[in-house]
């Protein structure tokens, strides 16, 4: 039951955080990005089976690869937002295609190690894929408040 409540979570994150990325939206640096992503990973590790006990050595490998792989992806998508200032020195984001691509590329890559671990017998709990999604939303939102900080002001001038 734990493994579908995880499913479910995961998708309603992912369908709230794509829906907003693409539309533009006023950038706030000083709220509490890392909240979601904490809570996630809570939820991720309380799950005792998040290392099958018969593959030890293989689960561990196959999940810190996967979380290093969506924590360079999360980079990327961070990377792929668009930022400006309005007139008025609002700070506004907006996903691209870029983003879309990036999404793309994290679904498939995590369908790969989903993908490596049935080769190798290893019983792969919903929970990592909760984990990597808290790592993802991190890492996202660092690199967004860190490239938003840097975003000069745009002044206006009348002719």
């Keep these: 039951m734990i493994g579908l409540v995880n499913v479910l979570v995961v998708l309603a994150v992912i369908a709230l955080v794509v829906t907003r990325q693409l539309r533009p939206r006023a950038v706030d640096t000083e709220r509490?990005?890392?909240l979601l992503p904490v809570i996630l990973?809570?939820?991720a590790l309380r799950d005792?089976?998040?290392i099958?006990?018969?593959h030890r050595v293989e689960a561990v490998g196959l999940l810190a690869a996967s979380v290093l792989t969506v924590l360079a992806m999360g980079c990327v998508w961070g990377w792929t937002v668009r930022l400006w200032r309005e007139e008025d020195g609002t700070l506004w984001a907006r996903g691209t295609k870029a983003t879309v691509a990036a999404w793309i590329g994290m679904i498939v890559l995590r369908?790969?190690?989903y993908g490596l671990?049935?080769?190798l017998h290893v019983r792969q709990s919903s929970s990592a894929l909760l984990l990597s999604l808290a790592g993802l939303?991190?890492?996202r939102g660092l690199?967004?408040?860190w490239r938003a900080a840097r975003v000069e002001q745009s002044y206006r001038v009348p002719a």
Excluded: E, M, T, Y
Aim: no cysteine.
């Design 32 to 34: 509490r990005f890392w």
């Design 41 to 43: 990973a809570v939820l």
């Design 48 to 50: 005792r089976q998040l």
């Design 52 to 54: 099958d006990p018969a």
């Design 111 to 113: 369908l790969g190690w």
């Design 117 to 119: 671990g049935a080769a």
């Design 137 to 139: 939303l991190l890492v």
């Design 143 to 145: 690199v967004v408040n």
